[in-house]
């Protein structure tokens, strides 16, 4: 099997690098929409909107939802950078 030319694993690496990025964006977005929830939820329980049940469970789901997403961009970033050294030789400083 002959080897991809460097023109097209460029056009492949930026490819990948513009979804990353776009999913990134996406990712950090939601992020900050879950901690925008959680303190509306807190200013809520401060002045006595909800009860502290509810609080917790809603904090909890969203805690967990925001850290499955902060995890993801570390995994995605942690397989962009090996798959750099590995498929991508020449784009390794």
Do not use: G
């Not at 460097?6 to 690496?13: F, N």
């Not at 490819?15 to 776009?22: A, P, S, T």
């Not at 969203?62 to 942690?78: D, G, M, T």
Request: hydrophobic share 45%.
């Amino acid at each position: 099997m002959k080897p991809d030319p460097p023109h097209s694993r460029i056009l492949m690496m930026w490819f990948v690098l513009k979804m990353w990025c776009i999913t990134n964006c996406m990712i950090v977005a939601e992020d900050h929409a879950i901690e925008d929830t959680i303190y509306v939820l807190s200013k809520a329980l401060d002045r006595d909107q909800i009860k502290l049940e509810p609080f917790m469970k809603h904090t909890r789901t969203l805690a967990r939802e925001q850290f499955l997403k902060k995890a993801l961009v570390v995994k995605i970033s942690s397989h962009l950078a090996y798959n750099e050294t590995k498929k991508f030789p020449f784009f390794s400083v």
